[in-house]
């Protein structure tokens, strides 16, 4: 048996991701609980739910978890970490606040949560700790008593992460043609956002006022760019772009475009392209549907031979990155030294999101900040 590792004062690990429906009749209530507020009329959540019913009313995403969770859970038997792991959704079943009502009746005081979201930006880290502070808030008005909870800092530039992505990159160029290999381009796609939500992200690591959602992007494309030139002695060129675009078309959102960068390189003579879905997880509706479906047509109209990179999933390396910045997380909380491991230019992300970070235009408590109401 392997020695035992220390997450004390950690007595459980909550996954917390955004759900997804799981059969055609959950579209329109999944959607419904994803646009709530916002009165978005039934028939035209039918529209936006078309690319679902493409693929029999089922979001990759709830499997993808499952195999997530199974990792995980391996992964600490295999090490020596004895850490229980639930799951709890924004979205969908299971939800956070049946999840951390469970836990809270399991005996769980000190729980660590890993969101399923590498990068810093508001969809991606704040509005996660406002739906915590919000199923923390329900809690409190059922007179239960409320665990502590901390968030894993942003994983986007840990080796567990970035190298199943080098890889992935390197599988598909090697599935190119030979006689396009050499001269493809990369396409490192992560979900579009508001132009203004992107400035406010962060902060940023070298001028501290925002912004670090494109900059932590960047960060990785290069990292993974300069491992393929490394490995390959090819130095293929690249540019980050954006997918899955879902606002007002008179709101600017950050470009270009997937399918209209596939359009502007085929024009240019770029003889082949790579899309490597930094920006998510795992192989989730949007990378199905906007990447494989929806870029993958336009490639085909064009006559450009394109290949899709594979996710992160549930790598091994992921399942112990995750377990490394829990033993990472919990030493510090104990007061002992710890050198944060991390790739790149930016160094490891802060473990408590400082005040004002990621801000929405109506804010509203967050869990796991240096202003939470839960600290």
Known sequence: MPDALDATPYDALLLLSFGGPEGPDDVVPFLENVTRGRGI???RL????????????????????????????KDFADHGLDLPVYWGNRNWEPYLTDTLRE??????RRILVLATSAYASYSGCRQYRE???????????????????DKLRHYFNHPGFVEPMIDGVLRSLADLPDDVRTGAHIAFTTHSIPVSAADDSGPAAHHGDGGAYVEQHLDVARLIAGAVRERTGVDHPWRLVYQSRSGAPHIPWLEP???????????????????????FVSDHMEVLYDLDTEAGAKAGELGLPVRRSA????????????????????????GQDVVPCALGALGPSHDVCPVGCCPARAPRPAACGADSPYA
């Not at 039918?46 to 009313?57: A, D, P």
């Not at 359009?263 to 770029?270: K, L, N, S």
């Open 103 to 108: 836990m809270v009746r399991d005996g769980r």
């Open 46 to 73: 039918k529209e936006v739910g078309r690319h679902y019913f493409l693929f029999g009313g089922v979001s990759p995403i709830n499997g993808q978890n499952r195999a997530l969770l199974d990792a995980l859970r």
């Open 257 to 279: 475009d997937i399918c209209d960068h596939l359009q502007e390189q085929h024009a240019a003579g770029v003889p082949a392209v790579v899309m490597a879905p930094i920006g």
């Open 131 to 149: 739906n915590l502070a919000g199923a923390l808030a329900t809690l409190e008005a059922e007179g239960l008593v409320l665990p502590r909870i």
């Open 311 to 334: 996710t992160v999933g549930a790598d091994p390396r992921f399942a112990a990155a995750i377990r490394e910045l829990i033993l990472e997380r919990a030493s510090a909380e104990r």
């Open 41 to 43: 009329p039934k028939e």
